[in-house]
């Protein structure tokens, strides 16, 4: 049985690369912020967390970070 395939059944995370995201970010007070950003990878799944993710080029930063499902709002989905 492949795991992989199976994890990615059973969460529902319609996301695809080209979305337009808002990236819910806490400091160490546990105050909210928010970044934007766009998804520029593929779902996968990181085999230690177990658990899916995207990576996300963020625009204030200019860089590439990794983001779970629960930190993600889709803005805009791309369409193919």
Known sequence: MDRKTNLFEAVKWNI???DLVK???YDIN????????IVIGDKDECQIEMF????VFVFAS????KCYPN????ISHFNT
Do not use: A, M, Q
Request: hydrophobic share 25%.
């Open 16 to 18: 695809t690369v080209g």
């Open 23 to 25: 990236i819910r970010k």
């Open 30 to 37: 546990g105050d909210r912020s928010y970044l934007y950003g």
């Open 52 to 55: 899916p993710y995207v990576n």
């Open 62 to 65: 200019r860089e590439s970070i």
């Open 71 to 74: 930190t993600l709002e889709i």
